[in-house]
């Protein structure tokens, strides 16, 4: 794929922000340790408190180091002021080949076992998704990074099977913990605003070495113990109230195709809080509408002709709704 071809060193490119992490663990509130066989495990929300500026830098790590998570506020939103500013002029490898939760991880049965998903650059390293066979790219290090969204310690056989996988041993390894329900968890949730529109854009079959750049926005969302107004919450941040633009090298039909297929809205599950729909599928994921999950705004600017195709709206009732 042309201009995905050159690859970045994105286990490489991330470990300056992992130090970041490690070094400020105490004044970002995080947690250090390790489990038995070596492997460094970063606790950003489980037993500590974590933040938003824990969950700001996780989200570049997810990212890979191709893109950049920033706060700012905004008077435009009525209740909720505060947003994260996603962008990578790198997105399809910043975005799927690392951000996107591809890589299922699971130990155990029953009550006791780990089920998860691991985003973050490992996975351009470990994960045996077809998706890199289709980006025509791996990386390769002597260490990588993982970052799973869990609300307790992974058990050691997992930490085992992510380092063989990635050709690394334990102590190379290491494990970032981002529990849904925390601030640094939210956080990370919302700045995959830009990747669900990438996501979306390779489910419709858009080439994805047409896809320049990148930028999105969504609103960070009061966290939740409950787990299902936590996950609820930070979709509908990006579904109700997210915005990207794409940069593509397309004709205008192409772009203008694009933006009309892009937004949460053009779904027919659209229309509620996630978690209500959730609860009405019998909490089956894999009834929902996977063309769902998408920004609530697009903007697809077309590098060829210099035209931008708009589509969909912010929906500040719905945010509203399931914030509160």
Same mark, same amino acid.
């Given at each position: 794929?042309?201009?995905?071809? *050159? ?34 495990? $970063? ?25 950049? $998570? ?7 939103? @009525? ?20 951000? =996107? ?14 089920? *998860? ?35 307790? =310690? ?14 690394? #041993? ?15 968890? #939210? $956080? ?26 990148? *930028? ?16 609820? @919450?930070?979709?509908? *941040? ?31 599950? =659209? ?9 009405? $599928?019998?909490?089956?994921? =894999? ?38």
């Amino acid at each position: 794929m042309g201009n995905i071809s *050159a690859t970045p060193a994105i286990n490489q490119l991330t470990k300056p922000l992992v130090d970041q992490l490690i070094e400020n663990a105490d004044a970002l509130r995080i947690k250090i340790e390790q489990l038995e066989n070596g492997c460094r495990v $970063v606790d950003a929300g489980i037993n500590v408190a974590g933040g938003l500026e824990a969950g700001r830098i996780i989200g570049e790590i997810c990212m890979g180091g191709l893109g950049t $998570v920033s706060l700012r506020a905004s008077t435009n939103f @009525r209740h909720w002021s505060w947003h994260l500013d996603v962008h990578s002029s790198n997105p399809v490898i910043a975005c799927l080949a690392s951000q =996107y939760a591809g890589w299922s991880l699971n130990h155990g049965e029953g009550k006791g076992a780990f089920n *998860a998903l691991g985003s973050g650059p490992a996975r351009a390293m470990g994960s045996n998704e077809p998706l890199y066979d289709e980006l025509a790219y791996r990386d390769k290090a002597e260490f990588a990074t993982i970052v799973i969204e869990a609300d307790k =310690y992974p058990p050691v056989e997992i930490a085992d099977k992510i380092a063989e996988r990635c050709g690394i #041993s334990p102590s190379a390894l290491t494990i970032i913990l981002t529990p849904t329900s925390s601030l640094a968890g #939210s $956080v990370q949730v919302v700045a995959r605003v830009l990747e669900t529109s990438l996501h979306k854009a390779h489910a419709l079959h858009f080439p994805l070495d047409k896809i320049i750049d990148g *930028a999105g926005s969504a609103p960070i969302c009061p966290p939740s113990k409950d787990f299902l107004k936590a996950m609820s @919450r930070t979709n509908d *941040a990006i579904l109700f109230a997210g915005q990207i633009q794409l940069f593509v090298e397309a004709e205008d039909d192409e772009a203008e195709q694009l933006a009309k297929q892009l937004p949460s809205s053009a779904s027919s599950d =659209y229309g509620k809080p996630f978690g209500e729909i959730f609860k009405d $599928v019998e909490y089956d994921f =894999y009834k929902i509408d996977p063309m769902l999950f998408s920004p609530a705004r697009v903007a697809v600017s077309s590098l060829t002709t210099g035209n931008t195709f708009h589509a969909g709206a912010i929906d500040l009732d719905l945010l509203d709704k399931s914030f509160n």
